[in-house]
């Protein structure tokens, strides 16, 4: 592809018209870690933190996050997700804890900006339970890692 598909030939933002493609199963995964002291990462694995239970949380606002896109992305499908989930794993020693977040639909554009919105807000949620303990926590590698559906399937190299 040689060109951005969000501009027209003047060079003006639009939206992409998916009307004449074909209604497919679409699925993509996007991840993020978010690193803090190992000291904050027990409080959360713990259930421990003054906020309460961070990891639900943050889980639920990824999959609200998911489902609001075409509200928050200006030029976003709304999509009909058919499946959204967020898992986090806590890594306690390194002080890491590592999102993944899945989205899935049926129809003709693809999904990743839902996986991405949903690994993005989780990444915010689990900073905001958390900055009381500790300021310098750092969001990390927010990614596509794996699409599928449409005219082709993509992976993140390893």
């Not at 969000?6 to 679409?26: E, F, N, Q, W």
């Not at 690994?119 to 303990?133: C, E, F, P, R």
Request: charged share 30%; aromatic share 2%; proline share 3%.
């Amino acid at each position: 592809m040689d060109h951005l598909t969000h501009l027209d030939d003047s060079g003006v933002a639009r939206m992409v018209d998916v009307g004449d493609k074909a209604v497919t199963d679409r699925r993509a995964v996007a991840g993020g870690r978010v690193a803090m002291k190992p000291e904050t990462a027990a409080l959360v694995a713990a259930g421990n933190a003054p906020k309460g239970d961070v990891i639900g949380t943050a889980r639920i606002a990824g999959i609200q996050a998911a489902k609001r896109t075409a509200e928050l992305i200006p030029l976003a499908h709304n999509v009909p997700l058919s499946f959204v989930d967020v898992r986090l794993d806590v890594n306690v020693e390194a002080g890491i804890i590592t999102i993944e977040c899945e989205a899935r639909t049926k129809d003709r554009t693809g999904i990743e900006m839902e996986a991405l919105t949903g690994a993005s807000i989780a990444a915010l949620t689990l900073y905001d339970m958390v900055k009381g303990v500790e300021r310098g926590v750092r969001i990390e590698e927010i990614s596509l890692l794996e699409k599928s559906g449409g005219k082709s399937d993509w992976k993140a190299s390893d």
